[in-house]
């Protein structure tokens, strides 16, 4: 039943590491976002995905890369881990852009 | 650029007081505005939304909001809280032009009641 999945719920890794973080919804939902919370809780968009095509992508290093197989699909590749990196990251998706957008659990990453 | 403005940072009161969170947005065209909820380890909630037309929107939990144009604000208010609306609270504005816009949320209001 669950409407927008994150996998996995916690990540814990070293520094210069390489780690995914996928995320799928059950929606039928078109568009597709990443955002993180930091430690003080501010949420900030870092990509948006429209039928699996790239619409926004925020300040973000290009050690991020999203990467979206079908439109129901959008998962997060973060090269080379970096201590600033240690934040909840969340997966959302909408319709068409415009509605509201649903969340999923969100991934809690630490990197040490 | 979008901006949300969250007055409160942290909000702390009694059981069946009243609340109301501010909020103000920067923007010059048309936008959609939300608030959002995270309770403690859990993820983003709907709590309502306004799109267009009344502006005093009803939400679920007992929540509304009213948005005022001409203030840019969607202050959020319950007329007696509940030790379970113990969160974190988020107004967030999107670009109702269309497009895959992210939200630009406010920096969130931690709010805490007390039994």
């Known amino acids: 039943d669950t409407a927008v999945s994150q996998t996995p719920k916690y990540l814990v890794t070293q520094m210069g590491n390489d780690k995914s973080i996928k995320c799928e919804q059950n929606l039928g939902h078109d568009t597709m976002y990443w955002y993180k919370q930091d430690s003080k809780k501010f949420l900030k968009i870092m990509f948006s995905?429209?039928?699996?095509?790239?619409?926004i992508n925020e300040t973000v290093p290009n050690r991020f890369s999203p990467k979206s197989p079908d439109k129901a699909h959008l998962n997060l590749h973060i090269n080379s881990l970096e201590l600033g990196d240690s934040a909840v990251y969340f997966c959302a998706s909408s319709l068409s852009g415009r509605e509201t957008q649903y969340f999923g659990p969100g991934t809690r990453l630490l990197v040490l | 650029a979008q901006s949300v403005s969250q007055h409160n940072h942290h909000v702390i009161l009694s059981e069946a007081a009243s609340l109301e969170l501010g909020c103000n947005y920067s923007y010059g065209g048309t936008v959609n505005l939300f608030w959002y909820v995270q309770y403690p380890g859990q993820h983003l909630q709907l709590l309502l939304k306004?799109?267009?037309?009344?502006?005093l929107v009803k939400g679920i939990k007992g929540f509304e909001a009213e948005f005022i144009k001409s203030k840019f604000s969607f202050n959020l208010r319950k007329p007696s809280v509940q030790w379970s609306d113990t969160a974190e609270y988020f107004c967030a504005v999107s670009h109702s032009g269309g497009g895959a816009d992210g939200l630009t949320f406010g920096k969130g209001t931690h709010l805490i009641i007390q039994p």
């Open positions: 306004y799109f267009s037309g009344d502006p």
């Open positions: 995905y429209n039928n699996k095509e790239l619409i």
